[in-house]
């Protein structure tokens, strides 16, 4: 029999004697934990190791079955062991971050099905595909151990895919609010929040206007209106100067999002230096003094009483406000980054640079906090009736520029200790051992074959021996033991797509990319040279991710 297992090779039975072997049943899968067992698989049988899934020990040479066999030849009588299916749930899809773009486990668990009493005759499991016809060719018969029949090697054929098994090329389009435009390749987004940033910096400078240019009148609105726009493009120049130096770097920027408090640069990969990480963070400040030091100058020659005197001075303060706070040394600012950079290269750890700066970040916040209304009261007016509702202003803004910080250090660290295991996620580590089945296989004859190999995933195959389709866990669970015998694998299986078939080489944020550009159940996991390496559950990755993330760093 073939089974493509943690090598990448078909397997068949070995010459050890066999142990009495049952029927395997699929009763509801632990959702608590990983599945230990596969499809029928004893208790008795050790479950795969870790680094190599597919080496389970062999339970001895499978029976002799062929494909007109009846139901009561292909079923030996069960033993008082119990057995379990797989746990048929895939994993959830993670909210995405402000800032940085960092890696999410995937896409949301379903829900496992009870199966139905063997005594009752359940309705069909929901979701399987259509029934296909069976395929053409000769059925594949079960090998045995020590005969000179030939195997075939079945291989997975990734054609549009740059290769066997690499991850397509493919990218969901991120969204985040009204698209503005594509420089150099990045989606720049407005977010719905700008809208009432804006209207807020209309109303506020609207009213400085009327006390330096009354004559204006209820035009001074649309004055604010324009500063309010010129002041948004040139935060954007500001997020646009960290792009330049991303992709100048090689690092993917997945979008631009101008929202209520600035900008945002989603970046998807770390810096591989403190150097350019400094140099990464820093550009954004520059660049918004640069634009500060250029208003200045175009507002040498103009009139300061006039209309394009007062919008020039307001983008000038405004562009250096943006450059000296974006200077603060706390995540999540520029700042802040740059101090991570200088601690990495330090003590050589990067962990270490992000707690310096996101503790230095949390001070910032609660300085920002009581520090700021303080400020702009000892520089504001002494007159009695502006006091009350300047007060409550600048209260109200510090409030929110602290939650902001605050918010943003803790999240760094959070996605800090995420990218310090990321790593410990690897395909090859976590994937299941396949036996591979042709179409028209029962679901009985499939189980019992994949019980007898010690393998935890079923991958139907046509008369070629090429991948078709994949087996699904939820699927299974729904047959009852009884009609098993007449139900064809096929009805049960997903075909597979590009987006499908992964790398067994792939780990970390490669790995969790691959998954979220395609959500599935399954994955069929290849080697390079195009062999079936096995299958991997996204149940599998998501409770890998969350033990890793709750292992302390």
Not at 20 to 33: L, S
Not at 99 to 123: I, Y
Not at 206 to 215: A, C, F, I, M, S
């Amino acid at each position: 029999m073939d089974v493509s297992g943690g090598s990448g090779q078909p397997r068949s039975g070995n010459d050890e004697p066999a142990e009495p072997r049952a029927h395997p049943t699929a009763p509801a899968a632990d959702p608590t934990g990983p599945a230990e067992r596969g499809p029928g698989e004893t208790s008795g049988q050790p479950p795969a190791t870790p680094d190599e899934p597919g080496r389970a020990a062999p339970t001895g040479k499978p029976d002799p079955d062929t494909d007109g066999e009846s139901d009561t030849d292909a079923r030996p009588k069960p033993p008082s062991d119990s057995r379990r299916a797989p746990d048929p749930s895939a994993p959830s899809a993670p909210t995405e971050p402000s800032g940085t773009s960092e890696p999410s486990a995937p896409q949301g668990p379903a829900e496992p099905r009870e199966p139905a009493s063997g005594t009752t005759e359940p309705s069909a499991p929901q979701g399987p595909a259509e029934p296909r016809e069976p395929a053409a060719g000769p059925r594949h018969a079960a090998h045995h151990a020590g005969t000179d029949a030939p195997r075939h090697r079945t291989e997975a054929h990734t054609e549009g895919t740059g290769g066997p098994g690499r991850p397509p090329q493919r990218r969901p389009e991120p969204g985040g609010g009204l698209l503005m435009g594509r420089p150099f390749g990045v989606p720049v987004y407005v977010a719905p929040s700008w809208f009432l940033v804006a209207v807020l910096i209309t109303w506020v400078f609207g009213g400085q206007l009327d006390r330096v240019l009354p004559e204006l009148g209820a035009a001074r609105y649309l004055v604010s209106l324009f500063f309010a726009i010129a002041f948004y493009a040139s935060v954007l120049v500001h997020e646009l100067a960290h792009t330049v130096a991303a992709l100048r770097f090689k690092l993917p920027v997945r979008r631009i999002q101008l929202q209520f408090f600035g900008g945002v640069s989603e970046i998807e990969k770390e810096a591989e230096t403190p150097g350019r990480e400094f140099v990464l963070a820093f550009v954004g400040p520059l660049l918004s003094l640069v634009l500060s030091g250029v208003f200045y100058a175009a507002l040498l020659p103009v009139e300061p009483d006039s209309v394009p005197g007062v919008l020039l001075a307001g983008l000038m303060v405004s562009n250096l406000i943006v450059a000296a706070f974006n200077l603060l040394p706390g995540l999540p600012l520029d700042g802040g980054r740059m101090l991570r950079a200088v601690v990495w290269k330090l003590t050589g750890k990067p962990m270490s640079g992000t707690i310096a700066a996101a503790w230095v970040g949390r001070a910032l916040a609660i300085a920002v906090l009581i520090g700021l209304p303080l400020l702009t009261q000892s520089l504001g007016s002494d007159a009695a009736d502006d006091v009350g509702m300047d007060t409550v202003m600048d209260a109200l803004l510090a409030a929110i520029l602290a939650a902001i910080i605050w918010t943003g250090a803790g999240n760094s660290l959070r996605m800090a200790r995420l990218r310090e295991h990321l790593p410990e996620l690897r395909a090859r580590a976590l994937t299941r051992r396949a036996v591979p089945v042709q179409a028209d296989t029962p679901l009985s004859e499939a189980l019992r074959r994949a019980n007898a190999s010690g393998a935890r995933a079923l991958v139907v195959v046509d008369a070629d021996g090429t991948p078709a389709s994949l087996v699904r866990e939820a699927a299974i669970v729904g047959v009852p033991e009884h009609r098993r015998p007449w139900v064809p694998v096929s009805t049960l299986a997903q075909d597979l797509t590009d987006g499908m078939r992964v790398s067994a080489e792939l780990s970390g944020e490669e790995l969790l990319d691959a998954l979220r550009a395609n959500p599935a159940t399954e994955y069929l996991v290849v080697e390079e040279t195009g062999e079936i390496y096995g299958v991997l559950s996204a149940a599998d990755v998501e409770r890998a991710f969350v033990k890793a993330m709750a292992r302390p760093s």
